[in-house]
């Protein structure tokens, strides 16, 4: 008999499906690189264009193709203020806005931009992230305040880009046209634009993957990797008439390849892409590929007091990206397969001679005397005759779903995912926007790397004025304080809830292994035993970490890995 289902109507991962917050959406990128990293415009219209397939593996190679884009005008961005982020253990909290002077320290910079609409009086008002350190992240704000931002000053052709945006509102609508689901036949008890079956009846409820009517449209939608084809300056991209629903584009106005969600005249918010298919930093996991596109960069050697002694070149694998979504998956793989398996008594809550009563031929029945039919005592103390044991809602009864020790709690990861994980938790030691989102303190460059003596230090006081000769004072301060953990965790060996501090690198800790345990927050690891758990605790990368100049060389021999 031939299979009769069907996939499953709409994807879970656009739940809930409810109306956006407001007509534009925010604009949210990580700091990849330095710069300001983000850009919005008017949807114009769709039109298509004549281009030239260069992909080796089409059949269309070397043709001329048809392929739909889209118009986005592009008016200049008005920096109308600045807004000062710091970090806290709640995450980031605004602490200032300057519209004019001096900018206050802080841990992170946005840029707060107005638009010029060219079809309306009033403008948008939302911020921009800027990259880089918090230094070069307050050069461009002092720079950029109270001027104009225009389009090419961010993006240029070629340029891949990620769109968000609030797609075409459509109201209330059923689940027909809501998930595309099947009409009913005549006999289905005269509701025809419905589904089927809203799930099972012992569940008593409706579970959130049944198609059901409600709000369709005008949802915040994100689409990657469209690539700008063309760049049009003012007044360039003209249309006979003007653009149908738009009018004449007066800005400057670009061409991107597909479609973009949103009805025309809807904001468009642009960042750089952040995921690309064919990502050239993936290629550069191949020794070959590493050779070919190497940028050679040089680290500076610190001695015991803090002062540089010499330069050596950081090995490539620090200029790798930094993917917080494999590194998680990796750390959550370690935690569970650390975990026990733990299961109740198979026989808890059974060792009664209660038994079941209900029927009317027994001689102890429980027909007509006011009692549910449960397991229940008789033949003993009056005290305990007839009461119920057993069932798992009884009192001393058993449970009605115990843990089962049979239960698998490890996690499988691959193997080259586990190894992507941990490179990229080593590239994320090395940027300070990373290291400060964290919560660590210090005053020195990254990466931290110091003469290989560090490995011969036996003594704790010895090591703990290492490192604050490198500038790591704070955050060793930081790491003393601890706090009484909420809940039953208290009672179980682990009552206070401790901050990690630096993390020490090096080829052999036989000796500074033992000097360091004293140190609160202060771990010391081998460069063949590093993981994703010490690197990016809690799943979030970006670990202050310092190197050994013998750790550094052998982590220059990963690359054949």
Same mark, same amino acid.
């Given at each position: 008999?031939?299979?009769?289902?069907?996939?499953?109507?709409?994807?879970?991962?656009?739940?809930?499906?409810?109306?956006?917050?407001?007509?534009?959406?925010?604009?949210?990128?990580? %700091?990849?690189?330095?710069?300001?990293?983000?850009?919005?415009?008017?949807?114009?219209?769709?039109?298509?264009?004549?281009?030239?397939?260069t992909n080796p593996n089409s059949p269309t190679k070397g043709q001329e193709i048809a392929r739909a884009v889209t118009v986005l005008e592009c008016p200049p961005l008005k920096v109308i203020g600045v807004r000062v982020y710091k970090n806290t253990t709640n995450g980031l909290i605004s602490i200032s806005e300057i519209k004019e002077g001096d900018i206050?320290?802080?841990?992170?910079?946005?840029?707060?931009?107005?638009?010029?609409?060219?079809?309306?009086?009033?403008?948008?008002?939302?911020?921009?992230?800027?990259?880089?350190?918090?230094?070069?992240?307050?050069?461009?704000?002092?720079?950029?305040?109270?001027?104009?931002?225009?389009?090419?000053?961010?993006?240029?052709?070629?340029?891949?880009?990620?769109?968000?945006?609030?797609?075409?509102?459509?109201?209330?609508?059923?689940?027909?046209?809501?998930?595309?689901?099947?009409?009913?036949?005549?006999?289905?008890?005269?509701?025809?634009?419905?589904?089927?079956?809203?799930?099972?009846?012992?569940?008593?409820?409706?579970?959130?993957?049944?198609?059901?009517?409600?709000?369709?449209?005008?949802?915040?939608?994100?689409?990657?990797?469209?690539?700008?084809?063309?760049?049009?300056?003012?007044?360039?991209?003209?249309?006979?008439?003007?653009?149908?629903?738009?009018?004449?584009?007066?800005?400057? !106005?670009?061409?991107?390849?597909?479609?973009?969600?949103?009805?025309?005249?809807?904001?468009?918010?642009?960042?750089?892409?952040?995921?690309?298919?064919?990502?050239?930093?993936? %290629?550069? +996991?191949?020794?070959?590929?590493?050779?070919?596109?190497?940028?050679?960069?040089?680290?500076?050697?610190?001695?015991?007091?803090?002062?540089?002694?010499?330069?050596?070149? %950081?090995?490539?694998?620090?200029?790798?990206?930094?993917?917080?979504?494999?590194?998680?998956?990796?750390? %959550?793989?370690?935690?569970?397969?650390?975990?026990?398996?733990?299961?109740?008594?198979?026989?808890?809550?059974?060792?009664?001679?209660?038994?079941?009563?209900?029927?009317?031929?027994?001689?102890?029945?429980?027909?007509?005397?006011?009692?549910?039919?449960?397991?229940?005592?008789?033949?003993?103390?009056?005290?305990?005759?007839?009461?119920?044991?057993?069932?798992?809602?009884?009192?001393?009864?058993?449970?009605?779903?115990?843990?089962?020790?049979?239960?698998?709690?490890?996690?499988?990861?691959?193997?080259?995912?586990?190894?992507?994980?941990?490179?990229?938790?080593?590239?994320?030691?090395?940027?300070?926007?990373?290291?400060?989102?964290?919560?660590?303190?210090?005053? !020195?460059?990254?990466?931290?790397?110091?003469?290989?003596?560090?490995?011969?230090?036996?003594?704790?006081?010895?090591?703990?004025?290492?490192?604050?000769?490198?500038?790591?004072?704070?955050?060793?301060?930081?790491?003393?304080?601890?706090?009484?953990?909420?809940?039953?965790?208290?009672?179980?060996?682990?009552?206070?809830?401790?901050?990690?501090?630096?993390?020490?690198?090096?080829?052999?800790?036989?000796?500074?292994?033992?000097?360091?345990?004293?140190?609160?927050?202060?771990?010391? !690891?081998?460069?063949?035993?590093?993981?994703?758990?010490?690197?990016?605790?809690?799943?979030?990368?970006?670990? +202050?970490?310092?190197?050994?100049?013998?750790?550094?060389?052998?982590?220059?021999?990963?690359?054949? !890995?």
């Amino acid at each position: 008999m031939a299979d009769v289902s069907v996939p499953k109507r709409g994807s879970m991962a656009f739940y809930p499906r409810k109306r956006a917050r407001r007509i534009y959406p925010t604009l949210k990128c990580p %700091l990849l690189k330095e710069g300001i990293l983000g850009f919005a415009g008017y949807k114009a219209g769709m039109t298509h264009v004549m281009l030239r397939d260069t992909n080796p593996n089409s059949p269309t190679k070397g043709q001329e193709i048809a392929r739909a884009v889209t118009v986005l005008e592009c008016p200049p961005l008005k920096v109308i203020g600045v807004r000062v982020y710091k970090n806290t253990t709640n995450g980031l909290i605004s602490i200032s806005e300057i519209k004019e002077g001096d900018i206050p320290s802080g841990d992170m910079l946005r840029l707060i931009v107005a638009t010029n609409p060219p079809f309306k009086k009033k403008p948008e008002i939302f911020e921009i992230p800027i990259g880089g350190t918090y230094e070069e992240q307050a050069k461009i704000a002092s720079e950029r305040l109270g001027k104009e931002i225009k389009f090419t000053d961010v993006f240029s052709v070629g340029d891949y880009i990620d769109v968000r945006a609030v797609t075409k509102g459509k109201g209330y609508q059923g689940p027909v046209k809501r998930f595309g689901i099947k009409l009913q036949g005549r006999k289905a008890k005269q509701v025809h634009r419905h589904v089927g079956s809203l799930g099972p009846e012992d569940v008593a409820r409706v579970r959130p993957n049944v198609p059901m009517a409600g709000q369709m449209g005008f949802h915040t939608r994100t689409e990657f990797n469209k690539r700008i084809l063309a760049v049009f300056e003012p007044g360039k991209f003209s249309v006979k008439g003007g653009i149908p629903g738009y009018g004449v584009p007066k800005a400057e !106005c670009i061409l991107v390849d597909g479609s973009i969600p949103g009805p025309k005249k809807r904001l468009i918010m642009m960042r750089p892409a952040i995921s690309l298919r064919k990502n050239p930093i993936r %290629l550069r +996991l191949h020794m070959s590929q590493w050779k070919a596109s190497r940028v050679c960069e040089m680290v500076k050697v610190l001695d015991f007091t803090g002062k540089p002694v010499k330069e050596v070149e %950081l090995p490539e694998i620090f200029s790798l990206p930094v993917r917080d979504d494999v590194i998680k998956r990796a750390f %959550l793989a370690i935690q569970s397969n650390r975990r026990q398996p733990y299961g109740s008594d198979p026989l808890a809550g059974k060792r009664t001679s209660a038994h079941y009563h209900g029927r009317r031929d027994r001689r102890y029945t429980m027909m007509n005397r006011e009692l549910s039919r449960l397991p229940r005592i008789h033949n003993t103390s009056p005290h305990l005759i007839f009461r119920a044991r057993f069932a798992p809602h009884a009192v001393g009864g058993r449970k009605a779903h115990p843990p089962k020790p049979e239960k698998v709690w490890d996690v499988k990861i691959n193997k080259k995912e586990r190894r992507l994980a941990i490179l990229s938790a080593v590239s994320a030691t090395a940027r300070p926007e990373l290291v400060k989102a964290r919560g660590h303190k210090f005053s !020195c460059e990254l990466p931290l790397v110091v003469v290989s003596d560090i490995e011969n230090v036996e003594k704790t006081s010895k090591l703990e004025e290492i490192l604050r000769n490198l500038g790591l004072s704070e955050d060793l301060e930081r790491a003393k304080k601890k706090k009484i953990r909420a809940g039953k965790g208290k009672m179980r060996g682990r009552k206070y809830r401790k901050k990690k501090s630096v993390l020490i690198v090096v080829s052999d800790d036989s000796k500074i292994k033992k000097a360091a345990s004293n140190i609160p927050g202060v771990d010391v !690891c081998r460069v063949s035993n590093l993981n994703a758990e010490l690197l990016a605790p809690g799943a979030v990368p970006g670990r +202050l970490t310092v190197w050994s100049e013998n750790a550094l060389a052998e982590l220059e021999r990963w690359k054949a !890995c």
